[in-house]
């Protein structure tokens, strides 16, 4: 009977924990069919792909939206991967945006801004969750080429915000 009844209370522990699994809803970054370009965890020339690469119609210059809701938690912009923001969610996890041409007005200004006043070209901004809230499906910059990229994409990396681990 003792094992019985140990079995079971392990039985609704396992369950229990399962329960606790993140869950998440996620809209696309572009407003057309997706096509990928990139797999993540291809293995490449000094590393593993550690995001997907979306396909652009061949083109730049096509809106990028947010994925889920959330805010932008960092602006970057450098020679390895041109425009870049980082977007913490409110699901737990981090979505990163590549290679973009440029940035929404509101956050190109305030990039701009920045890069005069510290006289940098490439910059990293931390920001905070009250600086630029953002909506699912709303425009946060536009694809692009930008850094060392071989053709118009939108590469994105997502993230568990807690752990640090791509996902």
């Not at 490449?44 to 997907?52: A, C, I, K, P, Q």
């Not at 009250?130 to 994409?153: C, L, M, R, T």
């Amino acid at each position: 009977m003792k094992r019985y009844i140990a079995a079971l209370l392990l039985a609704c522990c396992v369950e229990g924990y399962a329960q606790e699994k993140k869950q998440a809803a996620f809209v696309p970054p572009f407003d057309f069919p997706l096509t990928l370009s990139g797999n993540f965890g291809e293995i490449r020339s000094n590393h593993f792909h550690g995001g997907l690469d979306f396909k652009t119609k061949q083109v730049t210059g096509l809106p990028v939206y947010s994925i889920a809701d959330g805010y932008v938690s960092q602006i970057n912009v450098s020679l390895g991967s041109g425009y870049m923001l980082h977007v913490r969610h409110k699901n737990g996890y981090t979505s990163i945006y590549r290679h973009m041409l440029g940035f929404v007005h509101l956050l190109a200004n305030y990039t701009e801004k920045y890069q005069y006043e510290h006289e940098l070209d490439e910059v990293t901004i931390d920001l905070p969750p009250d600086e630029f809230p953002v909506k699912a499906g709303q425009q946060i910059g536009w694809s692009g080429n930008e850094g060392y990229s071989f053709g118009p994409h939108l590469h994105m990396d997502l993230i568990d915000t807690e752990s640090g681990d791509f996902v």
